[in-house]
């Protein structure tokens, strides 16, 4: 607080004294500050310490300047002054432990600080601590005061009492010194010392001086006996006595008697004690204190007392120790012990009690009545013991177990097959059979535990060959289950789909989709192009779905499913659609209508041409001679012309093209189209028959070429008298051309 207060004056001052000059402040820099501690960081305890805390600063002209410096300890403010120097020291004379710590200083000048780096001070040993009694001599039971002090250390201590080395009391304080009440115990001469410990660097310092105090003892040590001896039997009295023989009678009213076994208070009494019980027990043997009490002084004695067993505690069995419904089990209780020079075998008695109620009969068939708690008692010389409980209860035998499948069952698939009894104690072992034979075994120890095995069945009369049993009491305990019945579910085969492959536009469509295995009912799913048309649960293996007005090609198929969750696809068919028949009719009516519109254009062009043709061809007959001899045949139909010319000049046809002479290539449109374009020339050698008069036959040279038309009706006349034959249908005649 004097540090504090002292540093809030001197800032007080300092801004005064500031603020009157504030109007011609002085410029100033503070360049670095620095802590040291001498002579060093770590010294003993009983060191004078410097801490010095030296700036340094760049100032101009002006007013001179105050510095506050400031020295801290743990963050903990220690000192601090106001100087005009530019260094400031603070001394720790001596140096003690609690002043270890981690150190800082700071300068302030104005508003400005600068703080220095912080060094860590550690100051090693406490003062060894004085001890003064206020008495060198007590009597037992009497307390004694004790001052324990270090001076010249401060902080947080705890002070440890000792006597004869051992501590017998500790007591902590802000206090450099603490006085207690000590109670020394024994008689004699006792060694007191104490230490101290500075909590908070966790130091001890060393052991004070030894002082010396005379115990005088106090004559209460307390008496204990048995009787009537230390080693008795079962059944003998027995009787504890515990008292202090002489009392001094300034304790008189204040000590107190007490007679323990264990933690338990038999009994307890001013000066006396005591304890006893007409028939002893085993229990009764163990470890007896007396012990005498005035203040906080205590005196025992103790000794051991054994109770030997007239006969052991009893022992109840029960054979055999598990038993089912309907089997015989015995129950029997005896002593392993007996003491045989007090009593024999035969006088111990023994009884069988169940629920408290005494059984007359000890040999029992088991059946649930005999369910309950079971004790025996043995007796003897009026000692009576009992012993431990035994709960009975009878085993149920396990019924013939139910067989069943969990979930469904699907041909070739793995599924679950469970076994379970009604009835039945645990643990119960089923066995699952196949034909009889065993196929796997599973022991349930409790109900929440259940008898389950994997199976797989390839065909549905497979299922009924399945049993299983169950026992939990050997062979003789073993029942056999019916065998397994359920539904087993047959997957699907591959659908088919069946349908024609050509339709005729906006017909129908019949869709046949098909299975040829599977457990009903089904579901049947109709696709086209991939995209469901109709979906249908049946209890039939084959449905029809129809499409209306198909009108395109499309790719159709079908998938059936049932609760096998199997789904199965046919294969694709691609349906083709032809046009419908009216409007076939309706094309072929076109097609002939443009038919005979074709035709009719081409008789009607056929009639002009053979109407302009006879009035250009002309026959003329020809003298006939023996010899072989020529026709020229001249036709013109239309644009072209056919003529025959004679063989002897030429003996060849050619096809000539009416095109203009590269002479001639100004000759002028008109005579162009004038003239026609094309003549068909025709040269037949016929051979005039002197004899018969018939027709000549046809040549061996044709010859087609193409030539100019001359001028109509002009025809070679050859002198063996060539006959001009018209013919209107040049493209019957028949050329024979020459080899």
């Known amino acids: 607080m004097a540090p504090s207060l002292h540093h809030l004056l001197l800032s007080a001052l300092f801004s005064i004294c500031a603020g009157q000059g504030s109007g011609s402040q002085t410029v100033f820099i503070i360049n670095s500050i620095q802590l040291k501690i001498l002579p060093g960081t770590k010294v003993e305890s009983g060191t004078n310490v410097t801490l010095q805390c030296t700036a340094d600063v760049s100032q101009g002209e002006g007013p001179p300047l105050a510095f506050q410096f400031s020295f801290y300890r743990d963050q903990n403010l220690v000192y601090s002054k106001n100087v005009t120097a530019l260094h400031l020291s603070h001394l720790l004379v001596p140096a003690r432990a609690a002043h270890s710590g981690q150190y800082h200083c700071s300068i302030k000048i104005l508003n400005r600080e600068k703080k220095a780096n912080s060094k860590t001070l550690t100051v090693s040993g406490l003062q060894t601590p004085i001890l003064n009694l206020k008495k060198q001599s007590v009597t037992e039971g009497e307390e004694l005061t004790a001052r324990c002090s270090a001076p010249n250390e401060f902080g947080n201590f705890c002070f440890n009492f000792y006597a004869n080395s051992t501590e017998v009391h500790q007591q902590c304080s802000h206090n450099n010194s603490v006085q207690v009440q000590l109670m020394l115990e024994g008689g004699g001469l006792q060694y007191l010392h104490c230490n101290v410990h500075l909590l908070q660097f966790r130091q001890e310092s060393n052991n004070s001086k030894t002082e010396i105090v005379s115990v005088r003892e106090l004559n209460i040590n307390p008496r204990i006996g048995v009787l009537p001896t230390s080693r008795l039997v079962e059944g003998d009295r027995l009787e504890i006595q515990c008292d202090v023989e002489q009392v001094p009678s300034s304790l008189s009213q204040k000590l107190q008697v007490f007679l323990n076994k264990g933690a338990m208070i038999l009994h307890s009494g001013p000066k006396y004690a005591s304890w006893k019980t007409e028939k002893a027990l085993a229990e009764d043997s163990g470890n007896y204190t007396c012990k005498s009490e005035t203040g906080s002084l205590q005196k025992t004695s103790s000794v051991t007392v054994n109770v ?307 009035t250009e061809l002309s026959v003329k007959a020809a003298k006939p001679k023996h010899e072989s001899g020529s026709v020229t045949v001249s036709i013109r139909p239309g644009s072209g012309s056919y003529s025959k010319v004679d063989s002897d000049d030429t003996r060849k046809t050619v096809w000539s093209e009416n095109t203009s002479d590269s002479n001639s290539e100004d000759q002028s449109s008109e005579d162009t189209t004038d ?51 018209a013919q209107l249908n040049h493209a019957n005649l028949e050329p024979d051309f020459p080899e």
């Not at 111990?348 to 708690?373: F, M, R």
């Not at 696809?569 to 005979?596: D, E, H, Y």
């Not at 051979?687 to 018939?694: F, N, R, V």
Request: glycine share 4%; charged share 25%.
């Open 308 to 614: 030997a067993e007239l006969f052991s505690k009893p022992v109840l069995t029960m054979d055999p120790p598990e038993v089912f419904e309907g089997q015989q089990f015995t129950l029997t209780c005896r002593s392993a012990n007996i003491s045989s020079e007090r009593i024999t075998e035969t006088d111990v008695k023994y009884s069988i009690y169940k629920n408290n109620e005494l059984l007359s009969v000890w040999i029992n068939t088991a059946k649930p009545s005999d369910n309950g708690h079971y004790t025996c008692q043995a007796v003897a010389k009026t000692i009576r013991k009992n012993s431990s409980v035994i709960a009975l209860k009878v085993k149920e035998l396990v019924s013939s177990p139910l067989i069943m499948a969990r979930g469904m069952v699907v041909l070739n698939k793995p599924f679950t097959i469970l076994c379970r009894s009604k009835k039945g104690s645990f643990p119960i072992n089923y066995t699952l059979l196949k034909r009889q034979r065993p196929v796997g075994v599973y022991t349930v120890h409790s109900s929440s535990d259940e008898a389950v095995f994997n199976v797989s069945i390839r065909s549905k009369e497979e299922i009924q060959e399945f049993s299983c049993d169950a026992q939990n009491s050997g062979h003789q305990s073993k029942k056999l289950g019916l065998a397994l019945n359920g539904t087993v579910i047959e997957p699907i085969s591959r659908p088919e789909l069946e349908t024609i492959s050509d339709l005729e536009e906006g017909n129908d469509l019949k869709l046949k989709c098909s299975v040829e295995k599977g457990s009903l009912p089904i579901t049947f799913t109709w696709y086209r192009d991939r995209v469901v048309l109709w979906t249908l649960h049946t209890k039939h293996r084959e449905e029809v779905y129809t499409a209306k007005d198909i009108t395109k090609a499309s790719t159709y198929y079908c998938e059936a499913v049932n609760s096998a969750n199997e789904t199965m696809q046919s294969n694709p068919q691609t349906v083709r659609v032809m046009l419908a028949k009216w409007k076939k009719v309706l094309i072929g009516i076109f097609i002939l209508l443009a038919i005979i519109a074709v035709i009719a254009g081409v008789f009607l062009c056929k009639a002009k041409r053979g109407k302009k043709s006879e």
């Open 675 to 725: 003239k026609p374009d094309l003549e068909y020339t025709e040269h037949v050698q016929l051979e005039l028959m002197e004899t018969s008069g018939a027709l000549p036959r046809k040549g061996t040279d044709v010859v087609y070429s193409e030539v100019q038309n001359s001028a109509e009706g002009a025809v070679d006349h050859t002198d063996a008298g060539s006959v001009e034959y």
